[in-house]
């Protein structure tokens, strides 16, 4: 009986939550997010909203357990074994641009959108029909497309579409091949022993790998920018997630910074502070290089370093914002001992990254979101995210004078701080 109390109880709490949803929706006078055409592409609620977010949040999880509970194990075993088809009908709507094909008012007939883009239409027809399961495009009438709120984003949004693009062409193939290279190189932590190497049969690592073909950087720098804009990750939990001002007139290096972007949100906050933003040359171009405000000129310098050789610049704070994802321990453990000659005693390491949760600790969205993550670094660079215990024994390797302070996740934030301290 108590599997049909669930039932009951994952009702009432979707009934509940979707009125505190509406109910706040109404009273502001807003709409939610639509599939229609001109519908809005995001819920209009931000996690200053704190009971309409929460709501939210437990809708998803609650309608989700429904679902699998209603399927059952084994139809849900089944349904998620050729999930990747899902893959394939997106990856034929980005290949072929039919977002730019179909008119953004009115409709297409199959045919003339196949001759447009120059598809069979038998074959066309039946992988939009796929596509539409799940809200891109809808058939207005029988024989003709029309979009969606969801596939004219991939219409207008150039970030998100290059993210699609990112993950249906660039790494499906890895994705495929992971398993293949963990029999491979077992445990390895190389960077170019990889589903990548496997999928692509080059030797480059990555970073490297993607440098290679211009459209694939672009496309892959263009995705970034559509993952950085996901909830959770927006700058400001870095800007105010960390007690910056109690540092004081302190300077802090910010390492692998890129352009400094980071370093310049946090100085126009906190005008006490300094930043020396340290990359690679390959990080930095003509065309970007030197391009901090006018204002903040005095406080935060561009300089190029590589965070695997020995630091020379003497400062409060190392900083690292999404760096040590990338790489696996034994990488790790070279950048935190790389910083060992110049750290006096009391200067603090600030790493602001993803960090896993305790299973079941943490809402499904955001479990869900940081457990693929996890995989995707596999994927990539044979890296992975972190519990709060590996942090720790992360310093611990490194150095025995690196003392491990405590890690914290701002609210409504998916990254977390991470702190140590040296002790020298």
């Known amino acids: 009986m108590s599997s049909l109390k669930r039932i009951t109880d994952l009702s009432d709490k979707i009934s509940k939550n979707s009125k505190i949803l509406t109910d706040y929706l109404s009273s502001k006078g807003l709409e939610a997010a639509a599939f229609d055409v001109d519908g809005l592409d995001e819920f209009p609620i931000s996690p200053a909203d704190e009971e309409p977010y929460k709501a939210r949040l437990n809708i998803i999880a609650a309608t989700k357990e429904l679902h699998d509970i209603s399927l059952g194990p084994k139809e849900s075993l089944r349904y998620l074994a050729w999930d990747s088809v899902n893959q394939l009908s997106l990856q034929a709507v980005y290949e072929f641009k039919v977002a730019e094909a179909v008119p953004l008012s009115g409709s297409i007939s199959y045919q003339d959108l196949a001759d447009k883009v120059n598809v ?44 699609v693009g990112f993950m249906t062409e660039d790494l499906w193939l890895p994705i495929a091949n992971v398993v293949k290279a963990m029999k491979k190189w077992p445990g390895s932590g190389e960077s170019n022993e990889t589903s990548v190497n496997l999928a692509y049969g080059t030797s480059a690592n990555w970073f490297d790998f993607i440098q290679q073909n211009k459209a694939f950087a672009n496309r892959y720098n263009l995705a970034m920018q559509a993952h950085g804009g996901g909830e959770g990750f927006a700058l400001t939990h870095t800007v105010d997630g960390y007690p910056w001002a109690e540092l004081g007139e302190a300077t802090v290096v910010d390492m692998g910074g890129n352009q400094g972007y980071v370093s310049m949100a946090i100085a126009e906050k906190f005008p006490k502070l300094k930043f020396v933003v340290q990359d690679t040359a390959g990080m930095r171009t003509p065309s970007t290089i030197g391009k901090v405000p006018e ?45 060992t000659p ?25 479990e869900k979101s940081m457990r693929t993550m996890d995989l995707f670094m596999q994927v990539t660079v044979n890296a992975r995210e972190r519990e709060i215990d590996d942090w720790a024994e992360l310093f611990k390797q490194a150095d025995e004078r690196y003392r491990f302070l405590k890690a914290w996740k701002p609210e409504k934030s998916r990254m977390w701080f991470i702190e140590a301290e040296w002790t020298g």
């Open 120 to 163: 069979p239409m038998l074959n066309l027809r039946r992988l939009i029909r796929h596509a539409m399961t799940n809200h891109i495009f809808h058939e207005p009438e029988k024989g003709f497309v029309a979009h969606t709120r969801t596939s004219r984003l991939l219409l207008e949004d150039l970030p998100l579409t290059n993210w």
């Open 295 to 339: 204002h903040l000129a005095d406080r935060v310098f561009l300089t190029t370093h590589d965070f695997f050789t020995p630091q020379t610049v003497d400062a409060q704070v190392y900083f690292f914002r999404w760096i040590f994802h990338g790489f696996s321990e034994k990488y790790c453990v070279k950048i935190l001992q790389a910083l």
């Open 342 to 366: 110049a750290l006096k005693k009391g200067a603090r390491i600030v790493i602001n990254d993803g960090t896993l949760p305790e299973p079941g600790t943490a809402g499904y969205v955001e």
